[in-house]
Each structure stands twice: as structure tokens, then as C-alpha cells.
T-cell receptor
Framework: GQQVMQIPQYQHVQEGEDFTTYCNSS?????IQWYKQRPGGHPVFLIQ?????EVKKQKRLTFQFGEAKKNSSLHITATQTTDVGTYFC????????????FGRGTSLIVHP | DTEVTQTPKHLVMGMTNKKSLKCEQH?????MYWYKQKAKKPPELMFV???????INESVPSRFSPECPNSSLLNLHLHALQPEDSALYLC???????????FGPGTRLTVL
């Protein structure tokens, strides 16, 4: 399937600053999932977005799914050192034959 | 039990060896996956099993041979690997192919 484009590749922030990563697809997505992978760890599921324009919050994390279901974002407010890791979106094209394809990921580095 | 386990954690093998990676889950999930992840790259899907049947093979070389003995177990048999096959091999499971995936800790494979 078409790989979803994820930007930026890296992001350095000072602790307390906000952070956003974006995923964009050329095709309509039936849903999109977000995962976090700590250094040396494995991907951990964060959330799945299904509905057009959906917004979900988990404490300091806000996830959005675009109205056209072609883009998504993850925003972290007031980053902490525990937020360090790589954040991946994983797409599911609307074709129904689910082949999970991960974006290249955004590595977040938080400086204390 | 809400985890996916993988053994071994680390594996070093020569190019003529035969080895197997094992994955187990007891969450009643009916889809299981093998991924390969190189350093600083996203996980790349290798195989998908759905209801114990191989449903997706992402053009993986025949030196990798998956096996799903039952709904809880997933194996990856390795034979005549190349040094470029060295990577983190991740197993994941999901309730079905349209739900979030739970990843195991991975097996770090080094091929000499």
C-alpha cells in the first residue's frame, strides 16, 4: 500500500515546549493508528481514529483525524522527558484489505 | 494476560544455521503479524496470519518461513540468512485485522 508520509523526521524541544507530528496520505484512510516506541523498546499502541474530523485526547496528547480522512496529527502539550521516543502513525487504506503500513516516524528528543 | 511474548530476546546465528523465533499471546486475538525493523526505521510488515491462515506475505524471501501452529502461537523459521537480515523482529497480535496491534518486545537477530 501507499506509505503514509510523516513529518518531521526529528524534533528537538526543550522540556515544557509543545510538539506536533503530522501524517498525510494521498488516499482516503478508513482509520489511522498511532504508536509510540521508546528507545530500545517496541511499538506501543496509543490510539485509533476512525471518524472524519475526530479529535481524541489522552492527558497531554491530542490526536486529530482530518475531515477528508487523509491526514492526522498528534500534538503533545508541555513535553516531558518521559515523552522521548519515536511516534509512528500506521495507515489502513479504505480498500478493506488491511495491510498496516507505518509512517517513517517522528523521533522526539526532549532536552531537560 | 495482556501481553505478547517473544523468545529468544537475542539471537546470533551463522549463515548456514537454522533457527526459529517464537511468539505467543493469550488474549484470544485472531490476527498475528511478523515485522522486521532496522535501526531508525519503521517496522516493515512481513507476514499476516488471520484465523491461523497466512493471509499476507509481503514478498519475503523464502529463507524466512512462518508457521502458525495454533491461535496462540506464531513461529518464524530462519534458514540460510544473510548479514543484511540482521534486525529486530517484532511479533504483534490484534483482535482481528482491523484493530490495534499489541507488539511483543522483539528478538534482536544478528547474522554473522
Amino acid at each position: 500500500g501507499q506509505q503514509v508520509m510523516q513529518i518531521p523526521q526529528y524534533q528537538h524541544v526543550q522540556e515544557g515546549e509543545d510538539f506536533t507530528t503530522y501524517c498525510n496520505s494521498s488516499t482516503t484512510l478508513s482509520n489511522i493508528q498511532w504508536y509510540k516506541q521508546r528507545p530500545g523498546g517496541h511499538p506501543v499502541f496509543l490510539i485509533q481514529l476512525v471518524k472524519s474530523g475526530e479529535v481524541k485526547k489522552q492527558k497531554r496528547l491530542t490526536f486529530q483525524f482530518g475531515e477528508a480522512k487523509k491526514n492526522s496529527s498528534l500534538h503533545i502539550t508541555a513535553t516531558q522527558t518521559t515523552d522521548v521516543g519515536t511516534y509512528f502513525c500506521a495507515e489502513d487504506t479504505s480498500g478493506g484489505s488491511y495491510i498496516p503500513t507505518f509512517g517513517r516516524g517522528t523521533s522526539l528528543i526532549v532536552h531537560p | 494476560d495482556t501481553e505478547v511474548t517473544q523468545t529468544p530476546k537475542h539471537l546470533v546465528m551463522g549463515m548456514t544455521n537454522k533457527k526459529s523465533l517464537k511468539c505467543e499471546q493469550h488474549m484470544g486475538h485472531r490476527a498475528m503479524y511478523w515485522y522486521k525493523q532496522k535501526a531508525k526505521k519503521p517496522p516493515e510488515l512481513m507476514f499476516v496470519y488471520s484465523y491461523e491462515k497466512l493471509s499476507i506475505n509481503e514478498s519475503v524471501p523464502s529463507r524466512f518461513s512462518p508457521e502458525c501452529p495454533n491461535s496462540s502461537l506464531l513461529n518464524l523459521h530462519l534458514h540460510a540468512l544473510q548479514p543484511e537480515d540482521s534486525a529486530l523482529y517484532l511479533c504483534a497480535s490484534s483482535q482481528d485485522r482491523h484493530n490495534e496491534q499489541f507488539f511483543g518486545p522483539g528478538t534482536r537477530l544478528t547474522v554473522l
